[in-house]
């Protein structure tokens, strides 16, 4: 029985081979043509490449943008296709749906503002509850 010696490109840093996502060869491969593909034509998102033209599944997909070989294409592809949200092709009123999934820096932006937010909130309702609390309280002083 011949076996195949292992490429230590088609391993993970961990030693285990790659078992949701191609080697890395075919990995920048597919970076190089998500590219190319974006060059020329004009996408609104990424799945009508990968899903589309490549039938690549999304659980696959998903793994993929996590190599570090393919992560500088992808984030490439992400501002290019940002560029259609900007530019008008995407109608303004859902254009602002697809900015924080395209910008990062959006996406963090409004997490971080909606959790200020919560807990804005969660202080006030406390302190309304406090408050209400104090009044029972009053009332149960006077009456006495």
């Known amino acids: ?69 393919f992560l500088p294409f992808y984030e490439k592809a992400l501002a290019i296709v940002a560029q259609t949200v900007r530019d008008g092709t995407i109608n303004p009123s859902i254009a602002h749906r697809f900015l924080s999934l395209y910008h990062q820096d959006v996406r963090e932006h409004e997490r971080e503002e909606k959790e200020f937010e919560a807990r804005l909130n969660e202080n006030q309702n406390k302190l309304d509850v406090d408050a209400a609390a104090f009044k029972v309280l009053d009332r149960i002083l006077e009456n006495k």
């Open 1 to 69: 029985m011949v076996t195949k010696k292992k490429d230590p490109k088609d391993l993970l840093k961990e030693g285990r081979k790659r078992t949701t996502t191609p080697p890395e060869s075919e990995t920048v491969k597919l970076g190089k043509e998500l590219l190319e593909w974006l060059s020329k034509n004009k996408a609104t998102h990424l799945s009508e490449w990968y899903s589309i033209v490549k039938m690549i599944p999304r659980s696959q997909w998903k793994a993929m943008t996590q190599v570090p070989e």
